[in-house]
């Protein structure tokens, strides 16, 4: 009985050792995500820029978007082998639809960020 067990600890062992090993990232792996990386970010802000001069967002809001953008990309240089945060399932503001009200919009209106003029999946329900 103590032989069965110890010999099924020892696999348990190596088995929790060697699949860590396995999912690490090469050094060109982690160069090439680091660079999709940058080039997402870039991207990002040329979107911004477009809404901006759409007058979708004030200029504020994009400064404000951008600097988050610069954030993540900080974030993902450090830790290209890493997941990052996320929304926990439920998107930002808890799947409320607050993502617009991050930045308070200048001119008192409608917030018209990514998603949509009702403020988010539930139709602006945190507003009640």
Known sequence: MKRK???GLVVLL???????AMAALTVDQKNELIDLYKQQAEIMKKIIDVRVKAGLITKEQGDFMKQRIDAMLQYRIQNPDAFGPGCGGF???GFWGRWNQQVPNSNNAVPQGFYGPRGGMMGGYSNL
């Open 5 to 7: 067990l110890i010999i």
């Open 14 to 20: 190596l088995v929790a050792f060697t699949v860590p």
């Open 91 to 93: 998107g930002r503001g």
